[in-house]
C-alpha cells in the first residue's frame, strides 16, 4: 500500500481522501500576517474564515470593506462638524451618500486574492486585497474635479452683485467642500502615508465667507398676522439676530422677513388641551417687492390648561425659529 501511495499522483491521493489540494499546500503568509505577494504598502487586505469557501470569501470582502468604510465614516464625521446652520444635518447625509456611491464603487475592484483550506478546523480561509494605487487614482481623479467645482463658486461668489446670490453660490461652494472633505476620508484610508489630497479651500473657510456675507444682508422683520400673539414680533426679531443677519429697522433695509402666525385651540384631546400653530416666512425685496421664497412650519403643543398650551406652543416657535430661519434663508439664497 505504501509503494500505491508513492506512486499515485497527490491529486488522486487528495481526491480519495475527500481535502482539496490546498489543504495539502501549507498555511499562507496571509492567513495571520502581511503577504510578501500583496504588502500593505500596496494592498488593503480582509480576510474571511467560514466552513464553505463561498462563505469565506464573503466575509473577507466585507472585512476589508468594514474596515474601509469605518475609518470613512469616522473621518466624514469630524469633517463635517465645522458647519454651523440648522442645515449641517442634511449636507451631511447628502455628503455621505455621495461619498458612499462613489466609494462603492471603489469597493467593487475588491479581488479574492487566495483561499486555504484548513484540514485541521476543516474551515476555509480566504485572502481579499484592494489595490491602494488603483483605488487612489479613482478617487483622486473625484477630488479634481470636486476643486474645479468649488472653484467655479467661489468665483460666481465674488462676481454677485446680489448678496443674496453671492450667499447661494458660497452655499453650494460648501456643500462640494463638505463632499470633498468626504473623499479626502476615503483617499486617507487608501493613500498609506494618510495625508491624501489636501484642499488650497478649506470648508471651514467657506463658512466664514457665508457667516461674513449673512451680516452685511440688511433685513427688517415685519409681523403680517400674529395669530394674537403679541409677542411674535419678538420672537421674530430674536430668530433673525440668532441667524446671523443683521435686523435693522424698515428705513434702512433691503429686504423685508415677513411673518405670518396663525394659533388655532385644538380643544381637549384625552385629557389635554391641544394648541396648533403655523408659521410662514416670507423673503421680499423691499424696493420691488419680489418674493425671494416662502417657508412654512407647522407646530403643536399640549397642556393641562388652554393657557399654558398656548404659551407652550408660542416657546415652540421661537426655538424653531433660531434654528431652522437661518438654513431657511440660505435656502432661498441658493434657490
Known amino acids: 500500500m505504501g509503494i500505491v501511495r508513492k506512486l499515485l499522483p497527490l491529486a488522486l491521493i487528495l481526491s480519495v481522501l475527500g481535502m482539496p489540494a490546498a489543504a495539502w499546500a501549507g498555511r499562507p503568509d496571509w492567513v495571520s500576517g502581511e503577504s510578501a505577494e500583496y504588502p500593505n504598502d500596496q494592498y488593503l487586505v480582509g480576510r474571511g474564515e467560514a466552513s464553505t469557501e463561498a462563505e469565506a470569501q464573503d466575509r473577507a470582502r466585507g472585512d476589508l470593506a468594514t474596515i474601509f468604510e469605518v475609518r470613512i465614516q469616522v473621518a466624514n464625521e469630524n469633517a463635517t462638524t465645522v458647519v454651523q446652520s440648522g442645515s449641517k444635518e442634511q449636507l451631511s447625509r447628502q455628503s455621505s451618500q455621495q461619498v458612499s456611491a462613489r466609494t462603492d464603487k471603489v469597493i467593487s475592484g475588491i479581488t479574492i486574492a487566495g483561499i486555504w483550506f484548513d484540514p485541521e478546523t476543516a474551515d476555509y480561509h480566504a485572502f481579499a486585497v484592494l489595490s491602494r494605487a488603483q483605488a487612489a487614482a479613482s478617487l483622486s481623479e473625484e ?84 395669530g394674537g400673539a403679541k409677542s411674535f414680533a419678538s420672537i421674530l426679531k430674536g430668530g433673525l439676530a440668532a441667524a446671523g443677519f443683521l435686523a435693522t429697522g424698515m428705513e434702512d433695509a433691503d429686504l423685508v422677513l415677513e411673518g405670518k402666525l396663525t394659533m388655532t385651540d385644538i380643544g381637549r384631546q384625552e385629557g389635554w388641551n391641544w394648541m396648533r400653530a403655523t408659521v410662514e416666512v416670507s423673503l421680499v425685496e423691499k424696493a420691488s417687492r419680489r418674493v425671494r421664497g416662502t417657508q412654512t412650519w407647522p407646530v403643536k403643543a399640549s397642556a393641562q390648561d388652554a393657557r399654558t398650551a398656548r404659551t407652550r406652543a408660542l416657546i415652540e416657535v421661537e426655538k424653531l425659529l433660531k434654528q431652522e430661519l437661518r438654513p431657511a434663508i440660505v435656502g432661498f439664497a441658493a434657490s
Open 143 to 226: 477630488l479634481g474635479n470636486i476643486d474645479k467645482e468649488i472653484q467655479q463658486d467661489l468665483q460666481a461668489a465674488n462676481q454677485a452683485g446680489d448678496l443674496l446670490l453671492k450667499v447661494g453660490a458660497l452655499t453650494r461652494a460648501s456643500q462640494a467642500a463638505i463632499r470633498r472633505d468626504g473623499f479626502q476620508a476615503s483617499l486617507k484610508v487608501i493613500d498609506p502615508s494618510g495625508r491624501g489630497v489636501q484642499s488650497q479651500v478649506s470648508q471651514a473657510s467657506v463658512q466664514q465667507m457665508i457667516d461674513d456675507t449673512l451680516k452685511r444682508i440688511r433685513i427688517a422683520p415685519e409681523v403680517v398676522q400674529d
